[in-house]
């Protein structure tokens, strides 16, 4: 299980958890939503790999993957990732290294692909 902040987890076995789904249509929805979210994640991770993605496709598919999970929508259809990301964790994460990254995030804010400020990015939207 994968928590933004503290909270507590119960288990539950398949027939119980199964009668919950059966209960609360809304708890599958986002039960489905969630999965399908995971799925896509994995897909364009395949398909990155696959095709052998520039570095900068890979973290600007790393960002919008975070803020799938981990964001707050504001102007202009923008998205702030509600969590402070160290240059180094995006590195660790697409397996560049942090000066790489730097160049990398600086590069898509000149393009206005994205907005920082301090550890907060802010990613326009992909048509943008």
Known sequence: ??????????????EEFL???????LLGMDVLRQVSRNMQRLLNRFYASAAKARSTELLLETLREIS?????????????INLPLSVQLL?????????WV???LASLEKKGMIRRNGVWIMIAPKDA
Not at 19 to 25: F, I, W
Not at 91 to 99: E, L, N, P, T, V
């Open 1 to 14: 299980a994968v928590a933004i902040e503290e909270c507590e987890l119960e288990e539950a076995d398949s």
């Open 19 to 25: 009668g919950h789904l059966r209960n609360d249509p």
């Open 102 to 104: 730097s160049k990398m």
């Open 91 to 99: 590195a660790d994460h697409i397996g560049c290294s942090r000066q």
């Open 68 to 80: 799938w999970n981990c964001s707050t929508s504001v102007e202009n259809a923008s998205v702030r």
